[in-house]
């Protein structure tokens, strides 16, 4: 069973969900995790798409940090069916407790799937947040921020930040998140060059602490759904068992949201 745990959808900004389901069934997916995108904090079109198809999509919301009260917005999210929460790792809270939302969501038991830099990642500052909620689960997206092709960053972050970021797999409540091969590839498809990275991750992390997303539809500009796919498990199958792949690309998704 495959799962992709990175879609955006929206009416007004990216697709519709009737696009993505079509993706989905072209592709073999059973399920996917909606992530709110960062344009907006509206979180109501993601909720409404998981409560119209019951058991296949799973929700990753948005709440203003800034705001004071955003640990009871993000408590009225989880009671409307969110399962995570997106924060980048430089977020911090107003007021006494710079861990607030974090705090948060660790106390109504959802995940929180974190964005940002590679040098936000690297830092000894996030490494103590991660440290000081053990409970919380931690998705890691983007290859830890080496994702340059999907952030527009204007360079490859240096691999020695890679290298830091990866000894957040010393937390077992950390997960790392992969996408297709086009994120840390220069275009043109199929890319002459592939750093390691994805293998670097596995070897640090393991398939029963890493997931795969696409991040459709940004993924079109790229080398498109299929491919973020399937190159992406064929490009993996030298050094991955199939068992591994696996769990990459389905178990471990299985273990972190329930689809309910």
Avoid at 45 to 51: G, I, N, P, Q, R
């Amino acid at each position: 069973m495959i799962v992709d745990t990175h879609v955006h959808i929206g009416l007004n900004h990216y697709e519709p969900v009737e696009l993505l389901l079509a993706q989905m069934e072209l592709n073999d997916v059973a399920k996917t995790v909606l992530v709110q995108s960062t344009a907006t904090l509206d979180n109501s079109y993601v909720l409404e798409s998981k409560a119209r198809f019951p058991g296949r999509l799973s929700v990753v919301c948005r709440v203003d940090v800034d705001d004071p009260a955003a640990p009871d917005t993000l408590e009225g999210l989880r009671d409307a069916g969110a399962e995570t929460v997106r924060l980048r790792n430089f977020h911090r809270s107003p007021g006494n407790d710079p861990l607030a939302v974090w705090r948060a969501a660790a106390n109504l038991g959802m995940s929180v799937s974190v964005g940002g830099p590679a040098a936000g990642f690297a830092s000894p500052e996030f490494s103590n947040l991660v440290a000081e909620l053990p409970s919380l689960t931690v998705i890691i997206e983007h290859l830890a921020g080496m994702g340059i092709h999907a952030i527009g960053a204007p360079a490859m972050p240096d691999a020695s930040l890679f290298r830091t970021a990866l000894t957040l797999s010393r937390y077992p409540n950390t997960v790392i998140k992969i996408h297709g091969m086009g994120e840390i590839s220069a275009p043109p498809f199929p890319y002459r060059h592939i750093p390691p990275y994805v293998q670097m991750a596995y070897d640090a992390f393991g398939p029963e602490r890493m997931v795969w997303g696409s991040d459709w539809p940004r993924v079109a500009n790229r080398e498109g759904y299929r491919n973020a796919l399937r190159y992406t498990i064929e490009q993996m199958t030298s050094w991955c068992p199939p068992a591994d792949l696996d769990q990459i690309f389905g178990g471990t998704s299985l273990r972190l949201w329930q689809f309910a």
